[in-house]
């Protein structure tokens, strides 16, 4: 079975955002990735606006080629954007402000009736919900209960495991999550912490089916550049499948 590559070019906008500059150009980012062998692209309207802009959105909606997934919190202005985008897919993300990226999975199942009332709203302007949430049986099932179709399984805590024992005991979670999910129907997708090290034993999840990557591509492009960078992550998720 296929497995798709998302990346999320979040951080290409922080080093635009840093300077106050126009460049570097999220929508040139955006086509090499693409031409690169990305499947999707990822992007996150923060609520605090730190990186990426309502105009990116807005910009890139017209410009991609391959479909959009915009990141968001469930908040009523962020529903209110993406009803007016209509990218294909929105996955939804606990939102602090004061953290440096998404700690932790969202909480399906204490805020269940809010969360089947967004997904019902975006299905209906005809936007697939993703619902990023940890590696639990219980968060899966709300998730399934909710009516999205789609679920992203936070890595962050694989991603941050500090050795061997740790690591294989996060990867058996997601191991379990991803069949558990994909056996009630979910799409399985997964993202947080992804680098050329760790993402293989994630890709070879024969349930898995895309992976959004974005802060190792974007950084290993400042070597290699952002195409090589997009492209050999593709090629090692498809040598983990054997495609
Ligand atoms: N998926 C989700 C839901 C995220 O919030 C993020 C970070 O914005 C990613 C994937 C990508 O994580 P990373 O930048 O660590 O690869």
Redesign the pocket.
């Known amino acids: 079975m296929s497995i798709f590559l998302g990346v999320?070019i979040?951080?290409i906008a922080t080093l635009r955002q840093a300077r106050g500059t126009k460049y570097p150009s999220l929508i040139d980012a955006a086509r090499i990735c693409e031409d690169s062998g990305a499947d999707s692209i990822?992007l996150?309207l923060r609520e605090d606006r730190r990186h990426i802009q309502d105009y990116d959105v807005e910009a890139l909606k017209h410009s991609l080629t391959t479909k959009m997934n915009l990141?968001m919190a469930a908040t009523a202005e962020m529903l209110k954007i993406a009803s007016n985008i209509s990218p294909e897919d929105c996955?939804l993300?606990p939102e602090k402000r004061q953290e440096l990226?998404?700690e932790g999975g969202l909480d399906v199942v204490s805020q269940l009736s809010r969360m089947k009332e967004v997904c019902a709203e975006l299905s209906s302007n005809n936007i697939k919900t993703s619902l990023?949430i940890d590696a639990d049986k219980d968060q899966i099932d709300a998730s399934v209960e909710s009516g999205a179709p789609i679920i992203?399984i936070?890595t962050?805590h694989y991603?941050n495991a500090s050795n061997n024992e740790q690591i294989d005991a996060e990867l058996k979670r997601i191991i379990e999550a991803s069949e558990y999910a994909h056996s009630l129907g979910l799409q399985v997708n997964a993202?947080?912490?992804?680098t050329l090290e760790n993402t293989q034993a994630i890709a070879s999840i024969d349930t898995m089916v895309e992976l959004?990557?974005?802060?190792?591509?974007i950084a290993r492009s400042l070597f290699v550049g952002l195409a090589n960078a997009t492209s050999e992550m593709k090629k090692l998720l498809q040598e983990a499948r054997n495609l």
């Open positions: 999320n979040d951080h990822t996150h990141e996955c993300v990226t998404t990023f992203e936070h962050g991603a993202g947080h912490g992804l959004n990557i974005g802060h190792s591509i």
